[in-house]
């Protein structure tokens, strides 16, 4: 039987770390695929690099899909300030890029299908998390539906599958899920300001600090965070 091939879309952040890591257990090939998008927190693809090397990825490609060019968002915009009062019930952020991971899965796609790709595996997440629309079971539900027309693989009944692990975890899992996976959690990258150390105060490093703390791992929380 030959090897099932994944794609990986790896941001550099800790959740699509601990998504690859768990379809290599699964022993896939993977394939890890990153965005330049003109985000203003673009140490993260240096983080992604990292971790497509840590984890032995197969190979790692870094698309340049420049949606900063037309803002709408605090993480291609810098006019527009990063949150730091911490998530708000129903109330999508100022940091969601109106359309990103339904551009991103659409590259991702057809990344798979030239490669034959049988998965795309992602690191969303709908639990904890900062309430953004393309982070949802309803929205990866619908797209593999328009995943499965849009395609020549799809329409012969062997196109990707959508695959995203974690998207009913607790971030507490995922990090305990990613300690036991072996995943390099301090080459990982989630703030979302420009700076050269995480701020511990955006919305991500608030749910990933506080995620390490209960999970006995405060040694890897922001060295921000008091």
């Known amino acids: 039987m030959s090897q099932r091939t994944a794609i990986a879309l790896l941001s550099g952040g800790l959740d699509s770390a601990t998504a690859a890591a768990l379809a290599l257990e699964q022993g896939d090939r993977v394939i890890g695929l990153s965005f330049d998008y003109g985000q203003r927190h673009r140490r993260e693809l240096e983080a992604a690099a990292a971790i497509a090397d840590r984890l032995g990825l197969d190979e790692h490609h870094c698309i340049a899909v420049n949606l900063a060019s037309w803002g709408g968002s605090a993480l291609t915009d810098a006019s527009i300030s ?21 551009v991103f899965i659409s590259i991702g796609l057809s990344l798979a299908e030239a490669r034959g790709a049988e998965r795309l595996v992602l690191g969303v997440n709908a639990i904890d998390y ?21 395609s020549k693989a799809g329409r012969e009944g062997h196109g990707a599958q959508l695959w995203a692990p974690l998207v009913q975890w607790s971030k507490v899992r995922i990090v305990e899920e990613a300690l036991r996976l072996g995943v390099p959690i301090a080459a990982t990258w989630s703030c979302y300001s420009g700076g050269i150390t995480p701020c511990g105060v955006c919305d991500s490093c608030r749910i990933r600090d506080a995620a390490l703390r209960d999970a006995g791992r405060a040694d890897l929380c922001s060295q921000a965070i008091e």
Do not use: K, M, W
Request: proline share 14%; charged share 15%; hydrophobic share 30%.
């Open 82 to 102: 990063i949150p730091t009062h911490g998530v708000e019930d129903g109330c999508i952020p100022p940091t969601y890029v109106p359309g990103r991971n339904t």
């Open 130 to 150: 900062s309430g953004y629309p393309d982070c949802r079971p309803d929205y990866l539900q619908a797209f593999q539906a328009l995943a499965n027309l849009a």
